[in-house]
C-alpha cells in the first residue's frame, strides 16, 4: 500500500535532481535506463514526474499573462511528459497538471482548460479534469472534518468544471483519491457514500475513479 505514494515521490525526487543539475529530463521512463522497472511501479512514477514537470512549466505563471505565453508553457509540458514516458502512460504524467492548477494555480484553470482544447489529441483535456478532481480530495480545506465535507467535495467536483466531460473526469479523479488513500479503511468509504445520493450525479463516472484505484 505504501509503495504507490513512495513511488510518485521517488518520480517526482528523481526529476527534481536532475532540474538540480540544470538538466532538462529526458528519457527518463521511457529510455532504455527504464526499461527495467516493474510494471506496477509505472503510474506511480509517471504521477511524480509530472508533479514535477507541471510545477516548471506553470511556475511564475499569471492570468494576465496572455495566451501566447501561457500556450507555450503548455507545449513546453506536453513535450516534457512524452519525451520522457514509457509508451502508454503518458496521461499519468499529463494528469499532474490538474492537479499543480488546482492546488497553486487556481486562476489559471479556466485559461489551461480552453487553451489545451485547442489540441485535440492525447485528450489533454480530460486528464487535467482528472487531475483537478484528485486535487479536491488532498486540498488542504477539504482535508479538515467539517459536517458535510464530503458532500462539499462532490459539490466542487460538479460545480467547477465547465462542461459534463469535464465534470466527470473531475469525478472520476476524486473517486480515484478518495478510493486509494482510505483502501484500508472501510470506515472512511462508508461514511462518504451519503454524499452521493440526491440524485443528479454521474455515478458511472465516479464508479470508473473507484475501479480503476482499485486494480
Known sequence: FRSVWAMEGVGHYYTERLWARQREPTGMLGGDEALALPERSLVPLHAGMGLSLAARALSGLRADAGDDVLRQALCWFVGLCRRNSRAGYVGAAYE????????????????????????????????????????????????????????????????????????????????????????????????????????????????????????
Open 96 to 215: 499532474a497538471l490538474g492537479l499543480v492548477a488546482r492546488n497553486l494555480y487556481p486562476q489559471l484553470i479556466a485559461i489551461i482548460d480552453r487553451l489545451l482544447a485547442e489540441r485535440e489529441r492525447d485528450d489533454l483535456v480530460g486528464y487535467f479534469w482528472h487531475g483537478v478532481g484528485r486535487a479536491l480530495y488532498f486540498a488542504p480545506t477539504n482535508s479538515l472534518p467539517f459536517i458535510q465535507s464530503n458532500r462539499r467535495l462532490v459539490d466542487e467536483a460538479t460545480r467547477e468544471p465547465p462542461r459534463p466531460s469535464a465534470v466527470r473526469n473531475a469525478l472520476a479523479g476524486l473517486a480515484w483519491a478518495m478510493i486509494l488513500d482510505n483502501i484500508r479503511q472501510a470506515e472512511v468509504l462508508e461514511a462518504f457514500l451519503p454524499a452521493l445520493a440526491g440524485g443528479g450525479l454521474d455515478l458511472d463516472a465516479f464508479g470508473d475513479g473507484v475501479g480503476c484505484a482499485a486494480q
